[in-house]
């Protein structure tokens, strides 16, 4: 048997499953940590290990700065990743947490050779190269104050309001925000990779401000299967949709594990 890989920061296992056959790891929306998660592991089948990504800044890490570098953030989370890559894994990711999975998809490949068996990519537009008239006309709210920066975030539906309101969260949460809106304002797709060598699975909300033509366009980043779902509610439907959402991700995943198991 494998030893298990040492303890990350980056890394949290709320029920950790040596015996499984594939690793999950969950990518939160802008503001969130791995709390978002922590329930997941009961929904999904015995032989997936669910691994929430702890980015710095919250949960066990509120005594790191946050990252507001792509560049940073991409080589740092592929590097706590990477010792846990010794058996097969997937990725998901919700919102900002999308982008995010998307890009570390790509950069292990850059850096690894290393591919993951699904990509689910929830509540987030696909990538696309930003047009000239864009920029210009663009208006990014990370650099605004902090009282005209959270009512720029709340008109955006995009954090939860229970965060939002509670003043004591919003102490510790502004600079994740912050940092996490930067990421999103500055984020710059680089059209001139080949798509991913697996299958991508977009999710979205019946209500939610994301439109399905958006969701849709994730099937020109793969170059194997694509699928597109539509669940009850706004854009946090992985929330209040949660079961439903668990129910799909366990059934593209029994098929991946089904193939491993065939070939153990």
Same mark, same amino acid.
């Given at each position: 048997?494998?030893?298990?890989?040492?303890?990350?920061?980056?890394?949290?296992?709320?029920?950790?499953?040596?015996?499984?056959?594939?690793? *999950?790891?969950?990518?939160?929306?802008?503001?969130?940590?791995?709390?978002?998660?922590?329930?997941?592991?009961?929904?999904?089948?015995?032989?997936?290990?669910?691994?929430?990504?702890?980015?710095?800044?919250?949960?066990?890490?509120?005594?790191?700065?946050?990252?507001?570098?792509?560049?940073?953030?991409?080589?740092?989370?592929? &590097?706590?990743?990477?010792? @846990?890559?010794?058996?097969?894994?997937?990725?998901?990711?919700?919102?900002?947490?999308?982008?995010?999975?998307?890009?570390?998809?790509? &950069?292990?490949?850059?850096?690894?050779?290393?591919?993951?068996?699904?990509?689910?990519?929830?509540?987030?537009?696909?990538?696309?190269?930003?047009?000239?008239?864009?920029? *210009?006309?663009?208006?990014?709210?990370?650099?605004?104050?902090?009282?005209?920066?959270?009512?720029?975030?709340?008109?955006?539906?995009?954090?939860?309001?229970?965060?939002?309101?509670?003043? &004591?969260?919003?102490?510790?949460?502004?600079?994740? *925000?912050?940092?996490?809106?930067?990421?999103?304002?500055? @984020?710059? @797709?680089?059209?001139?990779?080949?798509?991913? &060598?697996?299958?991508?699975?977009?999710?979205?909300?019946?209500?939610?401000?994301?439109?399905?033509?958006?969701?849709?366009?994730?099937?020109?980043?793969?170059?194997?299967?694509?699928?597109?779902?539509?669940?009850?509610?706004?854009?946090?439907?992985?929330?209040?949709?949660?079961?439903?959402?668990?129910?799909?991700?366990?059934?593209?995943?029994?098929?991946?594990?089904?193939?491993?198991?065939?070939?153990?």
């Amino acid at each position: 048997m494998k030893a298990e890989p040492s303890p990350s920061r980056w890394i949290v296992r709320p029920k950790p499953k040596p015996q499984a056959l594939l690793r *999950l790891f969950c990518f939160p929306y802008a503001g969130g940590g791995s709390w978002i998660f922590h329930s997941w592991p009961n929904g999904l089948p015995q032989s997936v290990e669910m691994c929430a990504v702890e980015l710095p800044g919250r949960g066990k890490r509120m005594d790191e700065a946050p990252v507001s570098s792509w560049a940073a953030l991409l080589r740092e989370a592929t &590097e706590a990743l990477r010792p @846990y890559l010794d058996k097969p894994f997937a990725l998901f990711g919700h919102s900002l947490g999308a982008t995010v999975s998307f890009e570390v998809a790509r &950069e292990l490949r850059r850096r690894y050779d290393l591919a993951p068996m699904y990509l689910f990519v929830s509540g987030r537009p696909a990538p696309r190269p930003v047009k000239l008239h864009e920029r *210009l006309f663009h208006r990014s709210i990370h650099t605004l104050p902090d009282t005209a920066f959270l009512t720029q975030v709340r008109k955006l539906n995009g954090t939860p309001e229970e965060l939002l309101a509670n003043p &004591e969260l919003m102490k510790f949460s502004l600079p994740n *925000l912050r940092a996490d809106f930067t990421l999103s304002e500055t @984020y710059a @797709y680089e059209p001139k990779e080949a798509p991913l &060598e697996c299958p991508i699975a977009a999710l979205g909300g019946s209500k939610d401000s994301v439109r399905r033509r958006d969701l849709d366009a994730w099937r020109h980043q793969t170059a194997r299967y694509f699928s597109l779902e539509m669940l009850p509610g706004n854009h946090f439907f992985l929330q209040t949709a949660q079961s439903r959402l668990l129910q799909i991700i366990s059934r593209e995943l029994c098929k991946v594990v089904e193939v491993l198991a065939f070939q153990r």
